[in-house]
């Protein structure tokens, strides 16, 4: 009985960690990998090796997010380390869409306001662009932030305030 209960609770930590941070954390690896299927990918995975850690460690999670985030950003490093030069998400993402012709024209748009935003970020270093994205768009705390990076918090929000000093100039 106390184990069908501990797997119940579990269970119900699992999906409301799904249901709160799926989108963030979607967002995130889109913007690193710049691949929508390579996001949604990757996003599977993050909840995997969440729902395999909670599994098997008895250990309680103190900050979910933080601890989300952290299992995305390993997962991303994983990816970008097996990636090779030439893609198969590079070449379907290309590929022909047989969506409306409406469907198209949002996406597109979509697209180069994404591409827009992403050539000003390009003057960053990757771990600049990660902060920036963690702390402007998914709004996180700093102190969140320093829990995945594992880092002092000052120390991240002098290079998080570094950064936006250097996007500033180039705009």
Known sequence: MDTSMNNKKIHTAYLDCYDTYADSIYRFLAFQTNSKSSAEDLTQDTFIKLW?????????VENMKAFVFRIARNTLIDFRRKKKATSLDNITDTGIDFESKEDILNETILQDDFEYIISK?????????QLILLRHVENMSVQEIATIYKKR???????????????????
């Open 153 to 171: 918090p000052n120390t991240l929000s002098v290079t998080i305030h570094r950064a936006l000093e250097k996007i500033k100039k180039h705009l």
């Open 121 to 129: 970020l390009e003057i960053l270093s990757e771990k600049e662009k």
């Open 52 to 60: 395999d850690y909670l599994q098997k460690d008895e250990k309680k």
